[in-house]
């Protein structure tokens, strides 16, 4: 959901408890202090906005006598007996006898926790406590593991209702962080709740007009819920200003640009421009066609263009992208195309090459794995302007990177950088058009809310040749038919991916399938013997992309990996994809990793791997068609809205690089970005600067926005 943010202190008219050190809260100190800081938490309004990446529902509360296997409930007992015993694996473990109250008679029910000394020195026998947590059985009796427990006349921050849970660092307590934000949020004994001082700078009218809880209401609901309902209206308070801002700030930048910039006009007379079609080794797509002239329009103006280019994987992009980057050059200036990895950035490059070996454009790779003196070179190049195109990653923005004339910067995926990099790379040059491209759809509904500053340009064919992928989903119990399959083709000299939604078994709280587990079962059982290899984030990218290039030359037959082989390069030998806990995954990103088959000449399949019934819908969306054809990105993404609907409008975690540290800009509740989008409008045309008294709130977000990426 959202990293910590400090209200900006221009909203705020004089020095508040907000802006007080966090340890002047009861109980933050010394070590508390510095694992803190570490999250970016130095005040008491950054701990406020710490905001919970997700909650357990420990609502239902049962007598002890009655509690349910496998639910998350709260119960109150009386401590019995308490004992600490050493598991067969060494671990201590404190367990305790629970009473039930109603007869004082052991219920037959016990809890456990390892290595928790704690239990034993601040819960006496005999004394009233509630309990939350799943209760398992052990043997033909329950027991409630590791749970929350707190005294029954306490106040209840732990049990017994919607449990926040934050992002946390290593040596941080999660009880101890979840008490701190209580006394923030709800305060305490002769101490006022400080989220009660938070300015709120939405106008009256707009809050009263989309019946939008006060700001610090808003925060309570989201740290504390009273219920369910309070909760989403709290989250739909803190959603519906963040998009506001961001709309208001792209607005106001488009603005800007059209105004005062002067960017270069980049044209390509009409024979010229047909006879570079006509020497491409295949025919454009009408989708291309429409793309190109769309461009050509945009970059023959002195008004930069802002364009996102928006298709599915292997729709065609780079070359709509390389047909611009020949119209910069042929117009004097120079092009440059920056990839969020360098494997991709190699592809992009291998691919100009081709198109341009003709008498093209002259065209070099920059990235941080070129050799000094051939950086040199380059940099010389471009500086002098004898380098006509450069294809890089993020060495592309930093320092000692100079143009002659940049007339046109491409940014591939963009949503895997951020708004800083993007506009780095725009002032190298003077107001250079802007040309960026994404494989993720973007539901029609939404393009136009969230991407105020871009026009839309979209590529809705696949070329021709492009071979349909055949989609199965199949229950976990079918592996044992997958795997024999998945050698078979190995055999007769095929690759395959297999995907899980997570990389380690320790990094949640339930059983989804991890890489590291996947990758180590496979290699000793199912597919022990072939080559696998493993592939996720936490690895170094440089070993990342040496797996990847092994994989790219056959030396590995199996890639066991998280979704960062999402965004990669062309595997035309891969044939499967397997991907296990499918219903994790967004249809979006399903098709995202279905596309990384069928780039060859031979069958391809996806296998979606799921015993979830509840995602049977969404799965079943990936199997169906539509005029005989698989659904397309946009269908999918418009059939995902469709499915999960109204109010998840914010995301467990956030993927790559987003602008925004509340919304998910890939799961927006449609209805709340058309009721921002409107308010912005309306408020710009009456007051295009935010000078006026009532939107002073509203410019100092917008400020805080744009410092935030250092974009003021």
Partial sequence: MAASRTIPSSSRPNSTSLDLKVEALPGVGGESVKLLERLGIRTI???????????????????????IADREQTTEAIVGAVGQRRTARGQ???????????????????????????????????????LSGKA?????ALQLSNPKVEAADAERVH?????????????????????????????????????????DG??????????????????????????????????RRLAFDELLTLQLGLAQRRARWQKDAKAPKLVAPDREFERWLVGLPFTLTEGQQRAISEIRADIGRTIPMSRLLEGDVGSGKTVVAALAARIAVTSGAQAALMAPTELLAEQHFRTLSSLFAEGGPSVRLLTSSVSAPDRRE????????????????HALVVDGVTFKKLGLAVVDEQHRFGVRQRTTLREKGTDPHLLLTTATPIPRTLTQTLYKDVDLSVLDQLPAGRQEIRTEVRPPEALEKVWPWVRQHIADGEQAFIVTPRIDKGDGEDDAPSAVATYEELRSGGLKGLRLALLHGRLPSKERDDVMRRFAAREIDVLVATTVVEVGIDIPNATMMIILGAERFGLAQLHQLRGRVGRGEKRSYAVLVSDDAAGSERLAAMTERKDGKPLDGFDLANR???????????????????????????????????????????????DPTLEQPENAGLAAAVEALWRRYALA
């Fill in 159 to 199: 049990t017994g209702r919607m449990v926040p849970v934050y992002r946390l660092t290593e040596g941080l307590k999660e009880g101890n962080l979840r008490r701190w934000l209580h006394t923030a949020v709800e305060g305490a004994p002769k101490r006022s709740p400080v989220v009660d001082e938070v300015p």
């Fill in 378 to 393: 380059i940099l010389g190049a471009l500086a002098d302007g004898s380098l006509d195109v450069v294809v890089g990653t």
């Fill in 92 to 130: 201590m473990m404190t367990e305790v006898e629970l009473i039930d109250p109603a007869d004082m008679r052991p219920s037959g029910v016990k809890a456990t926790w390892f290595g928790r000394q704690f239990i034993k020195e601040r819960f006496q026998p005999g004394q009233l406590v509630r």
């Fill in 202 to 235: 939405l106008p009256a009218t707009i809050r009263a007009r989309r019946e939008l809880l006060p700001l610090s209401e808003a925060l309570k609901e989201v740290h504390f819920p009273s219920t369910e309902a309070r909760l989403l209206e709290g989250r």
């Fill in 640 to 686: 995902d809205l469709e499915i999960r609907g109204a109010g998840e409008f914010l995301g467990d975690e956030q993927h790559g690089i987003s602008e925004l540290r509340i919304v998910d800009l890939s799961d927006v509740d449609p209805r709340l970005s058309r009721e921002t989008a409107e308010e912005a409008d309306a408020v710009l045309a009456t």
């Fill in 136 to 140: 398992t059985w052990f043997g033909r």
């Fill in 45 to 67: 309004g950054d701990l406020l906005w710490h905001l919970p990446t997700r909650y357990l529902d420990y609502g239902n509360v049962r007598p002890v006598r009655h509690l």
